[in-house]
């Protein structure tokens, strides 16, 4: 039990473009979750916090009109990065907090994002 | 404000030895201590957790680490490393209210055959 998803696992996209990344609980509804973002070598560093049906709680520093969130429903959250440059290239992981098991943190395979 | 510390970029151990893996934490009241392994481009999976009880959490793959209150540490360790163990560790906390978690800078730890 308390499987994430993220789809898809890697994207290639050119500069400009925008790129969307689903994050989903398979087995449990999630009201709160989390998007963080790896450069490589370093530690996760979390971007937003996504509630469902509620605005996204951004982290200092993070551009809300790029990176768009969405958590439409309980099971969904969708980052979407608006005219992707080459800077934003890097390992995108989605957690969502399962509240059935003291909402602790379960975590996605990650996206590998890279903008030419 | 929670922070988690992991002083050590890098570990290196021979195989079959005894491994350690530092984090020190600071948070403003009672922790959730995690570790989480990562392999190359992966996601993180969950090896232990700290969240009251004995000082001392087993987790998987043969992995424990001890809660030490006074010393603010959880430190992960294995009686004996395997070279499949090598991989990016993480340390994270979060304190007992609805935040996420805050993860250290990661020690990669390297075993040698």
């Known amino acids: 039990g308390a499987v994430v998803s993220q789809h898809p696992s890697w994207v290639i996209c050119k500069s400009g473009t925008s790129v969307k990344i689903e994050c989903r609980s398979l087995?449990?509804?999630?009201?709160?979750m989390f998007w963080y973002r790896q450069f490589p070598k370093q530690s996760l560093m979390l971007m937003a916090t996504?509630?469902?049906?509620?605005?996204?709680?951004?982290e200092q520093g993070v551009e809300k009109d790029k990176f768009l969130i969405n958590h439409a429903s309980l099971t969904l959250s969708t980052l979407t990065v608006t005219s992707a440059h080459p800077e934003d290239s890097s390992f995108y992981i989605c957690s969502a907090r399962d509240p059935r098991r003291g909402n602790e943190q379960f975590f996605g395979p990650g996206t590998r994002l890279t903008v030419l | 404000a929670q922070s988690v510390a992991q002083p050590e970029d890098q570990v290196n151990v021979a195989e079959g030895n005894p491994l350690t893996v530092k984090c020190t934490y600071s948070?403003?009241?009672?922790?959730?201590l995690f570790w989480y392994v990562q392999y190359p481009n992966r996601g993180l999976q969950f090896l232990l957790k700290?969240?009251?009880?004995?000082?001392l959490v087993k987790g998987s793959y043969g992995f424990e680490a001890e809660f030490n209150k006074s010393q603010t540490s959880f430190h992960l360790k294995k009686p004996s490393a395997l070279v499949s163990d090598s991989a990016l560790y993480f340390c994270a906390v979060r304190d007992v209210g609805n935040t996420p978690l805050v993860f250290g800078k990661g020690t990669r730890l390297s075993v040698i055959a």
């Open positions: 700290y969240i009251t009880g004995d000082n």
């Open positions: 948070v403003s009241g009672n922790p959730y």
């Open positions: 996504s509630n469902e049906g509620s605005k996204a709680t951004y």
């Open positions: 087995d449990f509804q999630a009201t709160t």
